[in-house]
């Protein structure tokens, strides 16, 4: 194996409408699991972790656990809706060396953000984190799950990382949830909206291909 996607948790500060997530109420694996975990990945000569959940600086050991794996010489990847990013996080993480921060923008207008999120507030605050994380040097990916709801923002948020120098990906691929509950596919892009979606994407994807060739 090359790399280990590992769920810390479930719980979460955000109630997302496309979760695929039944539930947050899941604390998840204890911190000697985890680890033990990570041991017996990198023994079988594992070099990338990947930490998601739930929201993952939930986890009152989340910087043991990624200090562990910097010290097993994991590449540590982290996925974070942002929002409780703190100037002083952003720091440690710079000293831990992580290879990748991913997060989700799902619009640049806060009523469409956080109509999705269910949380007021959380577009400002996880800019804000971004900041935080940008200002450390710290590679930032923001990913972007295109639904109904913010279909036509995709390119407000791709200027935003472009002009912020963040990596970017889209995609209306939307899951049903662990249980079986199909819900979350009522969001999906569809018909004419969905084409146009892909045509977007498909842009900007020639966009970022085009702009490397020239460098």
Known sequence: PVSLVIELLTR???TCQHC??????NDGLSTETVKKLLVQF????GTIVTYTGGEIFLRKDIFELI????DLRLRVILLSN???ITEDDAKMLQKLYITEFSTTIFSMDSHIHDGITGIPGSLAKTIMGIRHL???GINVRVKMPIMKPNAMCIRDVHRFCISNNHQF?????IFSKNDGDESPKKLRASGGCLQKVIKEIDEINNETANNLSNI
């Open 12 to 14: 979460c500060n955000l």
């Open 20 to 25: 695929y997530l039944p539930e947050h109420i």
């Open 42 to 45: 990198r023994e079988l000569g």
């Open 67 to 70: 200090r562990f794996a910097r």
């Open 82 to 84: 942002g929002t409780l």
């Open 134 to 136: 940008s200002a450390q």
């Open 169 to 173: 990906s889209a995609s209306p691929t």
